[in-house]
Nanobody, 120 residues
Framework: VQLQASGGGLVQAGGSLRLSCAAS????????MGWYRQAPGKQRELVAT???????SYADSVKGRFTISRDNAKKMVYLEMNSLKPEDTAVYYC???????????????WGQGTKVTVSS
């Protein structure tokens, strides 16, 4: 199973970006999916999660600015980021709880990360 994140880049404060993450491989089903981020010198932190039925949760720092969504048929998860702030600068990672074709329970897989830089 592989997760491929894309969509990062350099944006000015107040701008927007849309991150995408595509899952591929021997996937039977995907349960929870999410986005995390890690800023330089800091620990990785949760940004947003979404269940298979599309229930969502967000870190307080991004509520009202970021929106997580998913396309189950395409095995993709998205993060729409608006009103970006310099403190949003980080490498963003997607993850997914996957039941593989040969497995019987969730395994968590991670994408490689996509860098977001917000200039002031």
């Amino acid at each position: 199973v592989q997760l491929q994140a894309s969509g990062g880049g350099l944006v000015q404060a107040g701008g927007s970006l849309r991150l995408s993450c595509a899952a591929s491989g021997t996937i039977f089903s995907i349960n929870g999916m999410g986005w995390y981020r890690q800023a330089p010198g800091k620990q990785r932190e949760l940004v947003a999660t979404i269940t298979r039925s599309r229930s969502t949760s967000y870190a307080d720092s991004v509520k009202g600015r970021f929106t997580i969504s998913r396309d189950n048929a395409k095995k993709m998860v998205y993060l729409e980021m608006n009103s970006l702030k310099p403190e949003d600068t980080a490498v963003y990672y997607c993850n997914a709880d996957v039941i593989t074709l040969f497995g019987t329970k969730d395994e968590t897989f991670w994408g490689q990360g996509t860098k977001v830089t917000v200039s002031s």
